[in-house]
């Protein structure tokens, strides 16, 4: 007789390293979380990479390298966000066809996105630039990562106004 809830083994497994680890960068000196605890996966974990490798001190050999290295997926991924919102058959088309009330939201989403594209192409100027000075680079960074938590916030509150239901029955 079994007195005691069954051990199964966890269906949460980390995805293998989708791209290669650069050679003569040595690997994440602070992961997060602990061994085998899911990451976020896409732009949003591209985005939390990039917030880590910032946090290290800028005195430690290659930052900037790391930095630069975290920053390119957030920039590609951020373009795929683009594509998929306001390309042809994108969610804010949609959006606009089903709730044509929320323009003024689909806007504002639009205008973060050059916003946003602007700050990831200033945070890689003053990177590659040896002569910049970590706080500098640390503020633009900072404005960047803010700027893509707005945005996201706004992005979620526009679907909750979309698809939000009222089942009544409450007073």
Do not use: K, N
Not at 80 to 92: F, K, N, R
């Amino acid at each position: 007789m079994v007195t005691g809830p069954v051990q199964q083994p966890s269906p949460v497994t980390r995805p293998p390293a989708a791209r290669p680890h650069p050679v003569g960068l040595p690997a994440d000196p602070y992961p997060a979380g602990l061994p085998g605890d899911p990451r976020p996966a896409g732009l949003a974990g591209d985005v939390h990479a990039l917030a880590r490798a910032l946090a290290v001190a800028a005195t430690e050999p290659r930052w900037r390298e790391r930095v630069l290295l975290r920053l390119r997926p957030v920039g590609r991924a951020f373009a795929e966000h683009v594509q998929v919102t306001e390309g042809p058959a994108g969610l804010y088309r949609e959006l606009l066809t089903h709730s044509p009330r929320l323009g003024y939201g689909v806007r504002l989403l639009t205008r973060d996105h050059a916003a946003i594209v602007a700050a990831i192409l200033a945070v890689q100027r003053v990177a590659e630039q040896p002569e910049a000075s970590a706080d500098e680079l640390r503020h633009r960074a900072g404005h960047l990562l803010r700027t893509l938590a707005r945005h996201r916030r706004r992005g979620a509150d526009l679907l909750w106004q979309a698809y939000q239901t009222d089942l009544g029955g409450e007073t």
